[in-house]
């Protein structure tokens, strides 16, 4: 059973930074796509930034030159560098790794992470 495992939220004030990581309990080369997804009070979960295994990565315009997604798969964690933060950017963001097709095409999530911004 894989587990995700979000840590580095918590409160900031505008125009902070926080670093998000994910530890994956397993190898996370067998993975073909991770990302972030965050879901605030009221709203629907939506993305933020997703990255796959050949290196290309993909951001919401909303975190545009402000996020950064890496991987470390020495070990076996996801981060999320976050940096000007803004008040609408509070919300708990998950962690999401998928497995390939012919591994299962699974998806996983971790708990979450509370994120919040404010003076």
């Known amino acids: 059973q894989v587990q995700l495992v979000e840590s580095g939220g918590g409160l900031v004030q505008p125009g902070g930074s926080l670093r998000l990581s994910c530890a994956a309990s397993t190898s996370i080369l067998r993975f073909n796509a991770m990302g972030w997804y965050r879901q605030a009070p009221g709203k629907e979960r939506e993305l933020v930034a997703t990255t796959t295994s050949d290196g290309s990565t993909n951001y919401a315009d909303s975190v545009k030159g402000r996020f950064t997604i890496s991987r470390d798969s020495a070990k076996n964690t996801l981060y999320l560098q976050m940096n000007s933060l803004k008040p609408e950017d509070t919300a708990v963001y998950y962690c999401?790794?998928?497995?390939?097709?012919?591994?299962?095409?699974?998806?996983?999530w971790g708990q979450g992470t509370q994120v919040t911004v404010s003076s």
């Open positions: 999401n790794a998928d497995l390939p097709r012919w591994s299962g095409g699974r998806s996983y």
